[in-house]
T-cell receptor
Framework: GDSVTQMEGPVTLSEEAFLTINCTYT??????LFWYVQYPGEGLQLLLK?????DKGSNKGFEATYRKETTSFHLEKGSVQVSDSAVYFC??????????FGKGTKLSVKP | NAGVTQTPKFQVLKTGQSMTLQCAQD?????MYWYRQDPGMGLRLIYY???????DKGEVPNGYNVSRLNKREFSLRLESAAPSQTSVYFC????????????????FGNGTRLTVT
């Protein structure tokens, strides 16, 4: 079946460091791709999305580009802040019309 | 602006007990979902409802039942709780009419942390 693979965590960075969290998907065709973020004690919330190849989703300084050739949607941020500490989930539309989540990557940013 | 509200926030059950997790949304969304979140497993869909009166199984439906009471409310019931159902349960909703969640963003509640001993 379809799956989403994202890099294992936890990831620990210093404030102002560059962040990359890798994500690849297996669904065929052109699924919509998403990054969700979960802050401590809260539910997930949509961070950004892209719906077609070469689209770039962006929000709050985070970016991700839909790369069909590598079936990837890596999340990046140029300068992380302590407030970015959270768990990040990559998700893909599935071949059956469902939404498939990766296992999540926990990010901790130290001052 | 409440969004998606789940009750209770925490619950401890003994094996074999039953309980119902409540969920309500005030965004006039068509579709509602129940997920469970387990360490190292990400989120897995238990059941979903594309509209009032309809429900469908997701990836891990065994041991659960659901009711879409009206457009606002979608409850999850554990008839005979088992330790394997210890998890964090999230309710979500979105505007999709098809009952799948990849066209419009999901809005999540803050979760119910359930422990079954």
């Amino acid at each position: 079946g379809d799956s989403v693979t994202q890099m294992e965590g936890p990831v620990t960075l210093s404030e102002e460091a560059f962040l990359t969290i890798n994500c690849t998907y297996t669904a065929t065709g052109y699924p919509s791709l998403f990054w969700y973020v979960q802050y401590p004690g809260e539910g997930l919330q949509l961070l950004l999305k892209a719906t077609k190849a070469d689209d770039k989703g962006s929000n709050k300084g985070f970016e991700a580009t839909y790369r069909k050739e590598t079936t990837s949607f890596h999340l990046e941020k140029g300068s992380v802040q302590v407030s970015d500490s959270a768990v990040y989930f990559c998700a893909s539309g599935g071949s059956q019309g469902n939404l498939i989540f990766g296992k999540g990557t926990k990010l901790s940013v130290k001052p | 602006n409440a969004g998606v509200t789940q009750t209770p926030k925490f619950q401890v059950l003994k094996t074999g007990q039953s309980m119902t997790l409540q969920c309500a949304q005030d965004m006039n969304h068509n579709s509602m979902y129940w997920y469970r979140q387990d360490p190292g497993m990400g989120l897995r869909l238990i059941y979903y409802s594309a509209s009032e009166g309809t429900t469908d199984k997701g990836e891990v439906p065994n041991g659960y039942n659901v009711s879409r009471l009206n457009k606002r409310e979608f409850s999850l019931r554990l008839e005979s709780a088992a330790p394997s159902q210890t998890s964090v349960y999230f309710c979500a909703s979105n505007a999709d009419r098809r009952g799948f969640s990849y066209n419009s963003p999901l809005h999540f509640g803050n979760g119910t942390r359930l422990t079954v001993t």
